[in-house]
């Protein structure tokens, strides 16, 4: 007797697929999936916490649940929780390290509410499906030796090379070339984003040949005098690459969300502290993430499909010309809290 699966099974395995078919490239499906996920009663909030490390997920769910009449606005993916930044100045806590932004995160969004801008991470383009995220003003805001930039890097089934080495060295040069044409970006850092919507990542493609390619990137970027680095959400991390991995140079390990990202204030809304809570979050925990033995640099705690319309990072270090590897930490992983204010 074929056993009914309840609405919950339903949505989980629809957001699932959803996702699934979105990295696959085939955004009707994708639709389709959040459709009957929808239609089985599932919130905004599922579908961000399934979806929360893929920025481009979440601005295409974001979407699709405005066109099915969910009430939601095409910017934010969830209703944006009561918030924000104090003025460093003003806050009890003393805080170190910087505060920055990245991708289309213009300048009036950086600093709204007193956010502190103090780097920026440009989107260079992309071997595919680049949407071309550099906004010249957040640039200028912050100033070119704190601007660097990140390349979208596609995985080995989208390989046009002899190798998936070589793959990733051609990837590196292209990256390279953005870099040189683009007024205003001055950081040395050049980093991969390795994420399913850039294509070639996932199915089909084997732990080795994917570790090859971010090889190639990271040898070719190292090699024409730039730091490279990698963002990357843990669930890919662990999926696509071997657990033995060792890279062919050191990088700066950004790391892309995560089960704290989006559970502090957000940053565009008064009357509450984003900062601290951030730092905080970092020190009892994210500074603890590693990939291929590389500690976290950089934490993106705050994406756009969760509201604000913009990126929004930490890191312990300035950005001043260049972020610099790290070893991973030593300090023992606390749990933080993660309440939120309620909305007045």
Request: proline share 8%.
């Amino acid at each position: 007797m074929m056993r009914h699966h309840t609405p919950e099974e339903v949505r989980v395995r629809a957001i699932q697929a959803a996702i699934k078919k979105y990295d696959e490239g085939c955004s009707d499906c994708s639709k389709a999936y959040l459709q009957l996920a929808k239609a089985n009663g599932a919130t905004e909030n599922e579908v961000r916490r399934a979806g929360f490390s893929r920025r481009g997920f979440m601005r295409f769910a974001a979407l699709v649940l405005a066109a099915a009449g969910t009430g939601v606005a095409a910017g934010p993916l969830l209703d944006i929780k009561t918030a924000n930044a104090a003025v460093r100045q003003s806050l009890t806590v003393s805080i170190s390290g910087a505060f920055g932004v990245d991708s289309c995160t213009p300048p009036d969004v950086a600093t709204t509410q007193n956010m502190p801008l103090e780097f920026y991470i440009a989107e260079l383009g992309g071997t595919n499906n680049s949407v071309g995220c550099f906004i010249p003003d957040t640039s200028v805001a912050c100033g070119a030796d704190y601007t660097h930039g990140y390349w979208g890097l596609s995985g080995p089934k989208s390989s046009t090379a002899a190798s998936p080495f070589a793959y990733g060295q051609q990837q590196a040069q292209a990256a390279v070339t953005a870099w040189k044409n683009t007024p205003g970006i001055g950081g040395l850092t050049i980093f991969a984003d390795v994420e399913g919507g850039f294509s070639g990542w996932g199915a089909g493609a084997s732990p080795k040949d994917s570790a090859a390619v971010l090889d190639g990137f990271l040898a070719g970027i190292a090699g024409a005098q730039f730091v490279p680095g990698v963002y990357i959400a843990a669930s890919d991390r662990d999926a696509w690459f071997p657990s033995t991995y060792i890279p062919a140079v050191p990088f700066v390990y950004w790391v892309a969300g995560g089960p704290y990202a989006g559970t502090m204030c957000a940053p565009c809304m008064p009357d509450c502290d984003t900062l601290t809570p951030v730092y905080q979050m970092w020190n009892d925990a994210v500074q603890q993430e590693t990939f291929a033995g590389q500690g976290a640099v950089i934490w993106q705690y705050w994406l756009s499909g969760f509201g604000c319309a913009g990126d929004y990072n930490y890191s312990p270090q300035s950005g001043y010309q260049k972020f610099v590897p790290a070893p991973p930490s030593a300090i023992p992983t606390s749990i933080p809290p993660t309440t939120t204010p309620s909305a007045p």
